[in-house]
């Protein structure tokens, strides 16, 4: 439901965006009427989805799930369920942006520049970690389950969050009275504006993000003061994190900065990132 959710709390299409996502749906055959939205697109396919659904294929080249979604949201529901082929084929367009269909004569590109949204169960029972729980395959159960996602694959993915179950306790309880959609969006376009005119004064094209930083400029935009720099480096001492890892933490913090309406990345920041990063319990051993 949160994921669902998510692109109410995301900023309109930009025109140069809504073109794209209005190409790839004509290509796809599903621009309905002619009809334009400058909502980002949500996608979710099912686990049983083939390479070809997902990366793109078929006799026509058709697009697939990640171009498909391009601009806005992919949504893989039961993660470790998906092929591990299939999951495999994840990691170059969210490395690149874009996704390459090999035919036997030629080659088509297409964008797929999404935000990868993806949920799990601790273990194939569902309840490893829950309180008073016991699996019946024991401890293995967790391990190899979780082992279906690849490490390299895990390292992509920035924010990982333990959501324990929801209780009848929890649902008899009155509504929390959080903050709307609406309020989020403001806070969201407002840290999305700072980063574009950044981006531009970097000569880089309006609408590009701290995840779509290249990499020579992520360490100098991204800077934190010396607090955070010690408290980066000593965590990434103690936790062993890749070169693609630190960097990604990197922008995690200067997006948390951007949202705070912080000049510079501060300890605070930092430690979030890391925090974020940090596999939950249930989910240690998965990597
Ligand atoms: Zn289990």
Known sequence: ???????????????????????????????????????????????????????????????????????????????????????????????????VIARANHRVTYPARFQLIAAMNPCRCGMSGEPGHSCARG??????????????????????????????????????????????????????AVQGERAERLGLPPGTTNAQLPTHLVESVTRPDAAGGRLLAEAAERMRFSARAFHRILKVARTLADLAGAETVGRSHVGEAIGFRAAPERLQGAA
Do not use: K
């Not at 799930?65 to 299939?86: K, Q, T, W």
């Not at 959080?178 to 806070?187: D, I, L, P, Y």
């Open 1 to 99: 439901m949160l994921a669902a959710r998510l692109p109410s709390i995301l900023p309109a299409l930009l025109p140069r965006e809504l073109l794209e996502v209005s190409m790839i749906a004509s290509v796809n055959g599903t621009l309905a009427n002619g009809q334009l939205s400058d909502r980002r697109p949500f996608r979710s396919p099912h686990h049983s989805a083939s390479m070809a659904a997902m990366v793109g294929g078929g006799i026509r080249a058709r697009p697939g799930e990640v171009s498909l979604s391009h601009r806005g949201i992919l949504f893989l529901d039961e993660f470790p369920e998906f092929s591990p082929a299939v999951l495999d084929s994840l990691r170059q367009p969210i490395e690149s942006g874009e996704c």
């Open 139 to 192: 401890p293995r159960c967790a391990a190899d389950y979780q082992a279906r996602v690849s490490g390299p694959l895990l390292d992509r993915i920035d924010l990982r969050v333990d959501v324990p179950a929801v209780s009848a306790a929890d649902l008899l309880r009155p509504a929390a009275s959080g903050e709307t959609s609406a309020t989020v969006r403001q806070r969201v376009e407002a840290a999305r």
